[in-house]
């Protein structure tokens, strides 16, 4: 088992900026990929970003690409996720997932968060 703990959730401006973590315990933080997904009001749940196991590949969706930037630090067991430039669209419960392998598909995680509340205001 993988337990994840999001952080780092709050209220923001468009065009602001900021940064989720989310931490893991339990199995080896560094034999899993990990990701980031988001479920907006009455929305289906979608793909942010992805990291694999070494952090050498990344992977985005294309509404935030240039403006999000996964990162993972194996020694912390932590992986974040910066957000900039900030949209009142992005807002959303975001959620930390881990899997086996290196995907941006959500059937691939099988662990998951809690998740944290990003709300952007225009």
């Known amino acids: 088992q993988v337990q994840l703990v999001e952080s780092g959730g709050g209220l923001v401006q468009a065009g602001g900026s900021l940064r989720l973590s989310c931490v893991a315990s339990g199995r080896t933080f560094s034999n899993y990929a990990m990701g980031w997904f988001r479920q907006a009001p009455g929305k289906e749940r979608e793909f942010v970003a992805a990291?694999?196991?070494?952090?050498?590949?990344?992977s985005y969706a294309d509404s935030v690409k240039g403006r999000f930037t996964i990162s993972r630090d194996n020694a912390k067991n932590t992986v974040s996720l910066q957000m900039n430039s900030l949209k009142p669209e992005d807002t959303a419960v975001y959620y930390c997932?881990?899997?086996?392998?290196?995907?941006?598909?959500?059937?691939?995680?099988?662990?998951w968060g809690q998740g944290t509340q990003v709300t952007v205001s225009s």
């Open positions: 997932a881990a899997a086996q392998r290196f995907s941006s598909s959500a059937g691939a995680f099988a662990y």
């Open positions: 990291i694999s196991w070494s952090g050498a590949s990344t």
